[in-house]
């Protein structure tokens, strides 16, 4: 791995609306999320088109 200046990084910011991704989401099993308390999901080969990348 190279080590890489902190500078070439920029905060992302994903917007992805829930309606058109429901039947795309997977949920995350409890042992694997960061808090019991949370809901998590994964969304597998989401298409470009179902999001936008905002970067901060």
């Not at 070439?8 to 795309?24: H, Y």
């Not at 949920?27 to 999901?41: C, D, L, N, T």
């Amino acid at each position: 791995m190279r080590d890489v200046p902190l500078a070439n990084f920029k905060p992302l910011m994903l917007v992805i609306p829930a309606a058109p991704v429901t039947a795309l989401l997977n949920s995350v099993p409890v042992a694997q999320r960061a808090s019991v308390f949370s809901e998590e999901y994964i969304i597998e080969n989401l298409p470009r088109s179902l999001f936008d990348a905002i970067e901060l």
